[in-house]
């Protein structure tokens, strides 16, 4: 008898299926039509860029970065579908090379491109059914294109039941309120910068450190020259960056769930 039950029990677990991922690439596209039918409505689009980050830093940063805290958003926030990570941005122009273009390994591409992208993904989420479609950019130079295309899609959205939302939130925090919280810690501005140095170093360290080279940080200097801009990296620790994923994910989840309960 006890044995027979132990089978049943076992074929019935061998009958579930795995775990339902956050992610929309990880799921069939049956198991996406069930998540959206059973109350997923919301997706995230989170977008990167593939760029310089200093001699300490893989050039991949910003989308491994957004991809994770994007997923603890959507765990925080619920029945929220997480969508690749758009990697390639307007970094800036190739002849004469501008901002990060000036070194190798930085993918740009212009911006007309870039809200074309951005819409047309958004008109095929709404498509498979979502409803609330959101933008989570990790890069300063995109923040007013997620904007545009939002309130393009707004407008033609109108009374159709979608919605699109740019969450500059996310941003701003990383920006505002982390570089305040870095301040309260005794840091200064000078070595908190804005571009691969104490910030920026440890939001990595926090989510993917395996991305950061600290042997080569130890060892050296780095300036503007070396597309680090405005700190020192010196001092950056995963205990620091948790504070920023922190102030970051709760802030953005707390925007949108206003958004979404309008």
Not at 15 to 23: C, D, F, K, M, T
Not at 72 to 96: F, N
Not at 111 to 124: G, T
Not at 135 to 146: L, N, P, R
Request: with cysteine; charged share 15%.
């Amino acid at each position: 008898m006890f044995r027979a039950v132990c089978v049943a029990i076992a074929l019935n677990a061998a009958s579930l299926p795995a775990s339902a991922s956050i992610y929309l690439e990880d799921l069939t596209w049956t198991e996406l039509r069930d998540a959206i039918a059973a109350g997923s409505s919301t997706v995230i689009i989170p977008i990167g860029g593939t760029e310089q980050n200093g001699p300490a830093m893989a050039l991949g940063k910003h989308n491994v970065r957004v991809k994770i805290l994007a997923g603890k958003i959507a765990e925080k926030l619920g029945h929220t579908i997480v969508a690749p990570v758009m990697a390639y941005v307007p970094e800036g122009t190739i002849e004469p090379p501008t901002a990060h273009m000036k070194f190798p390994g930085t993918i740009t591409i212009p911006d007309a491109v870039f809200n074309q992208v951005l819409d047309s993904a958004a008109r095929s989420l709404e498509h498979a059914g979502f409803k609330n479609i959101v933008f989570i950019g990790d890069h300063g130079s995109y923040q007013s294109d997620e904007s545009l295309v939002a309130a393009k899609l707004n407008k033609q959205w109108a009374g159709q039941g979608a919605r699109a939302y740019a969450a500059v939130e996310y941003y701003a925090l990383s920006q505002g309120a982390y570089v305040e919280a870095l301040m309260a810690k005794g840091h200064a501005k000078s070595e908190i910068g804005t571009h691969a140095a104490l910030a920026d170093t440890s939001l990595q360290l926090a989510v993917a450190p395996e991305m950061v080279r600290q042997q080569v940080i130890a060892k050296s200097s780095f300036g503007a020259a070396d597309g680090v801009y405005g700190g020192d990296p010196k001092n950056a620790t995963a205990a620091l960056g948790q504070m920023g994923v922190d102030l970051i994910v709760d802030g953005t989840v707390t925007a949108l769930a206003k958004f979404i309960a309008k």
